[in-house]
C-alpha cells in the first residue's frame, strides 16, 4: 500500500498559481498512473488531470492549457502546476494511484488517496 501526501494548497486570487505535491511512500510511484480530483462542497470527486506509467498525461477539457501533471520518479512525487485559477476551482484537490498504471478518468478505479489540499481561488 502506498501513503500519499498532498501539499501547496491554499488561498489564492482569482488568475493566481498554485503547485501542488503528492509525495508517495510505502512503494513506487513509477509503474502507477496517478491522478487529480477535486471536489467542491456537495459536488462529486470530478477528474482534474492524470499522468501514467510512462509519463502520458491527460487533462479534463475545463483544465486544458492551464494546468499542467508532472511525475518525479527520482523523487516519488507527482506535481499540478495550476494556473489561471477561476473561483469555481475552489475545492478539495486529492491526488490518487492506481498500480494497473494506465489511464483513468474513474475515481473507482483508484486504489488509494491522499487526504486532500484544500484550494481556495478567492475572486
Known amino acids: 500500500q502506498v501513503l500519499l501526501v498532498e501539499s501547496g494548497g491554499g488561498l489564492v486570487q482569482a488568475g493566481g498559481s498554485l503547485r501542488l505535491s503528492c509525495a508517495a511512500s510505502g512503494r513506487t510511484l513509477s509503474g502507477d498512473a496517478v491522478a487529480w480530483f477535486r471536489q467542491a462542497p456537495g459536488k462529486e470527486r470530478e477528474f482534474v488531470s492524470c499522468?501514467?506509467?510512462?509519463?502520458?498525461?491527460y487533462y479534463a477539457d475545463s483544465v486544458k492549457g492551464r494546468f499542467t501533471t508532472s511525475k518525479d520518479n527520482a523523487k516519488n512525487t507527482v506535481y499540478l502546476q495550476m494556473n489561471s485559477l477561476k473561483p469555481n476551482e475552489t475545492s478539495v484537490y486529492y491526488c490518487?494511484?492506481?498500480?494497473?498504471?494506465?489511464?483513468?478518468?474513474?475515481?473507482?478505479?483508484?486504489?488509494?488517496w491522499g487526504q486532500g489540499t484544500q484550494i481556495t481561488v478567492s475572486s
Open positions: 499522468v501514467d506509467w510512462n509519463s502520458r498525461t
Open positions: 490518487s494511484s492506481r498500480d494497473r498504471g494506465n489511464y483513468s478518468s474513474d475515481p473507482k478505479n483508484y486504489e488509494c
